[in-house]
Nanobody
Framework: VQLQASGGGLAQAGGSLRLSCSAP????????MGWFSQTPGKEREFVAA????????YYTSSVKGRFFISRDNAVNTVYLQMNSLKIEDTAVYYC??????????????????????WGQGTQVTVSS
């Protein structure tokens, strides 16, 4: 499964960006999907996850109420709407797919090792 992430770029603090991640294949609606961020020298960190049917979403505490994950299975795409951006949101953002499980616990879906496929990453830079 090849994931294609897009939508990163430069934004001012307080602004918004929307990331997109598309994946081929008819089984997309059965994939749990996640977004992770990574800054230089740090481990990849969980941002948000969504179940295959979109009914279940999880967020790390630092983005709750600011970021929103959604998906459109008709076009095989998952989104991350990023609002009220902060300088500390600056990172490379990766989407990830778990073809083995549509939904899991927060612990499961927030763990990078739960995902088999990863996108190439898209840079988000937030300036003051």
């Amino acid at each position: 499964v090849q994931l294609q992430a897009s939508g990163g770029g430069l934004a001012q603090a307080g602004g918004s960006l929307r990331l997109s991640c598309s994946a081929p294949g008819r089984a997309f609606s059965r994939y749990g999907m996640g977004w992770f961020s990574q800054t230089p020298g740090k481990e990849r960190e969980f941002v948000a996850a969504i179940s295959g049917n979109g009914d279940t979403t999880y967020y790390t505490s630092s983005v709750k109420g600011r970021f929103f994950i959604s998906r459109d299975n008709a076009v095989n795409t998952v989104y991350l709407q990023m609002n009220s951006l902060k300088i500390e949101d600056t990172a490379v953002y990766y989407c990830a797919a778990d073809p083995d499980r549509e939904v899991g616990s927060y612990v499961y879906m927030s763990t990078p090792g739960s995902y088999d496929y990863w996108g190439q990453g898209t840079q988000v830079t937030v300036s003051s």
